[in-house]
């Protein structure tokens, strides 16, 4: 049996399987807390946990998909590209938009945990968390952050995003259709995005632009942030 | 392009990538640079979309399967992490909610701003119209 367990068969196989189990139930559902990778998630650690197959195992065949995640961040420039045309009336809005809301999650995090004493591991982990996961959990790793909890972190944050944003934009008079997709895209990233989608046509390219602008934008400033405190 | 071509090209840029990060020094992550490659090969037309949409449409539509592995380390975190759950939780909804307030209130702002300055400019235009208009009508008479 352990030599099932530890080929990367295993490990790709639970992988797949446990996919497709959260991405049908969070079809049928259709709550965004739902949300396919949490669901994965949760099934995988209580899988691992129970059976008292180590993580090590898990990875064998789990860092095959991992490596993954290079072309998957690269093919973002495709959506980016198509979206870029947008731009065109309404940049110098876009750019401050994207900019004034990816600066105001760096400070967030960065002034709150210092108020409430988080550990510098765990600041540097929240960092990155508006911005997609592919980009988010390298700049993590770069920064000295933990990359599972980044994760978590952007994946709460994105399921924040798609739940309240609307809820927001009405309590603050945010009623541009520009600056809705701008705000959903640069706070929440592709889950906010779905959800911008939903809302109207500019609000999901919107969005979908914001994905990108803000991804390259804290990966820039991100580090520089940090070699200055 | 055939698929694994369209491989090929994706693959390529990254171990481009990892080349500026690792070896010319490029201070972003490896895969981010790579985007930026892609990004700047679209925007020159030396690759069309097209081209490579069955690699970046498999990639796109099922992102989300590609970091699952990385996340399930979050086994491996310690108990001091683990502790702070309810606070890294109530922080991240927290922060999303005033990223979007933030985000949002200063586009509307510029586009605002942009819409007043850009009417302000055609009704002087159109005041121009007039006046010469007016003037060239006066003179006839």
Same mark, same amino acid.
């Given at each position: 049996?352990?030599?099932?367990?530890?080929?990367?068969?295993? =490990?790709? $196989?639970?992988?797949?399987?446990?996919?497709?189990?959260?991405?049908?139930?969070?079809?049928?559902?259709?709550?965004?807390?739902?949300?396919? %990778?949490?669901?994965?998630?949760? %099934?995988?650690?209580?899988? $691992? $946990?129970?059976?008292?197959?180590?993580?090590?195992?898990?990875?064998?065949?789990?860092?095959?998909?991992?490596?993954?995640?290079?072309?998957?961040?690269?093919?973002?420039?495709?959506?980016?590209?198509?979206?870029?045309?947008?731009?065109?009336?309404?940049?110098?809005?876009? $750019?401050? /938009?994207?900019?004034? /809301?990816? %600066?105001?999650?760096?400070?967030?995090?960065?002034?709150?945990?210092?108020?409430?004493?988080?550990?510098?591991?765990?600041?540097?982990?929240?960092?990155?968390?508006?911005?997609?996961?592919?980009? =988010?959990?390298?700049?993590?790793?770069?920064?000295? =952050?933990?990359?599972?909890?980044?994760?978590?972190?952007?994946?709460?944050?994105?399921?924040?995003?798609?739940?309240?944003?609307?809820?927001?934009?009405?309590?603050?008079?945010?009623?541009?259709?520009?600056?809705?997709?701008?705000?959903?895209?640069?706070?929440?990233?592709?889950?906010?995005?779905?959800?911008?989608?939903?809302?109207?046509?500019?609000?999901?390219?919107?969005?979908? %632009?914001?994905?990108?602008?803000?991804?390259?934008?804290?990966?820039?400033?991100?580090?520089?942030?940090?070699?200055?405190? | 392009?055939? !698929?694994?071509? +369209?491989?090929?090209?994706? #693959?390529?840029?990254?171990?481009?990538? *990892?080349?500026?990060?690792? !070896?010319?020094?490029?201070?972003?992550?490896?895969? !981010?640079?790579?985007?930026?490659?892609?990004?700047?090969?679209?925007?020159?037309?030396?690759?069309?979309? *097209? +081209?490579?949409?069955? @690699?970046?449409?498999?990639?796109?539509?099922?992102?989300?399967?590609?970091?699952?592995?990385?996340?399930?380390?979050?086994?491996? @975190?310690?108990?001091?992490?683990?502790?702070?759950?309810?606070?890294?939780?109530?922080?991240?909804?927290? #922060?999303?909610?005033?990223? !979007?307030? @933030?985000?949002?209130?200063?586009? +509307?702002?510029?586009?605002?701003? +942009?819409?007043?300055?850009?009417?302000?400019?055609?009704?002087? *235009?159109?005041?121009?119209?007039?006046?010469?208009?007016?003037?060239?009508?006066?003179? *006839?008479?």
């Amino acid at each position: 049996m352990n030599a099932i367990i530890n080929s990367p068969l295993f =490990g790709i $196989l639970l992988s797949l399987v446990a996919f497709e189990i959260g991405v049908t139930i969070s079809k049928k559902f259709k709550y965004s807390f739902l949300n396919p %990778l949490l669901i994965a998630n949760i %099934l995988i650690v209580g899988f $691992l $946990l129970t059976t008292g197959i180590s993580l090590e195992s898990y990875n064998v065949g789990g860092d095959y998909i991992s490596v993954m995640l290079s072309p998957a961040t690269v093919v973002l420039a495709v959506p980016l590209y198509r979206q870029i045309s947008k731009l065109k009336q309404f940049w110098k809005p876009i $750019l401050a /938009g994207i900019f004034a /809301g990816s %600066l105001t999650s760096l400070a967030c995090v960065i002034v709150v945990s210092k108020l409430v004493g988080l550990s510098d591991t765990l600041m540097l982990s929240l960092l990155p968390k508006s911005i997609t996961i592919p980009m =988010g959990s390298v700049v993590s790793a770069q920064i000295g =952050g933990i990359p599972p909890v980044t994760i978590i972190a952007i994946t709460i944050t994105g399921i924040t995003g798609a739940v309240a944003a609307p809820a927001v934009c009405r309590f603050c008079r945010i009623k541009n259709k520009v600056a809705q997709g701008i705000a959903i895209g640069t706070a929440s990233h592709a889950l906010g995005t779905t959800r911008a989608m939903e809302i109207g046509e500019v609000q999901g390219a919107m969005s979908s %632009l914001s994905i990108g602008v803000a991804g390259l934008f804290t990966a820039i400033v991100a580090p520089i942030i940090i070699s200055l405190i | 392009m055939r !698929i694994p071509l +369209q491989l090929a090209v994706i #693959f390529a840029i990254c171990v481009a990538g *990892e080349f500026l990060h690792r !070896i010319v020094g490029v201070p972003l992550p490896g895969n !981010i640079i790579g985007m930026v490659l892609l990004l700047i090969l679209l925007c020159s037309k030396i690759i069309k979309p *097209e +081209q490579i949409s069955g @690699v970046s449409s498999f990639f796109l539509n099922h992102l989300a399967l590609f970091f699952l592995p990385p996340s399930i380390a979050i086994m491996a @975190v310690g108990d001091d992490v683990l502790s702070k759950w309810p606070l890294l939780l109530f922080l991240c909804i927290a #922060f999303t909610l005033v990223t !979007i307030a @933030v985000g949002g209130r200063v586009t +509307q702002l510029f586009i605002r701003k +942009q819409e007043y300055r850009e009417n302000l400019a055609l009704r002087a *235009e159109r005041l121009a119209k007039r006046t010469s208009h007016n003037e060239s009508n006066g003179g *006839e008479k």
